[in-house]
């Protein structure tokens, strides 16, 4: 699916710091989008002024230290918030 797909190679090229080396990492239950809708509006120059705003949010867990993240996604950034 897009949307893991996306959310893997966003979290891979942002490892936690809090983890070590060796530690592992998964995907905890599906990823959710909200579902508004942003319909594209350009200006003279072909930029999108109104970009797609969802928010992808996802669980994270290192299964070495057994933390648990979320990851909230939107416009192509990606917060991670340690949950447990
Ligand atoms: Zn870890």
Redesign the pocket.
Known sequence: MFTNMTMKNVFFNNP?P???E????RECGPAMTTAAYYPPTYDKYGNNLNPDGNITTQQIA??????VWQSATQYGKTTYTRIL
């Open positions: 936690n809090d983890c070590k060796d530690c592992r990492f290192c299964t070495v230290c057994g933390k």
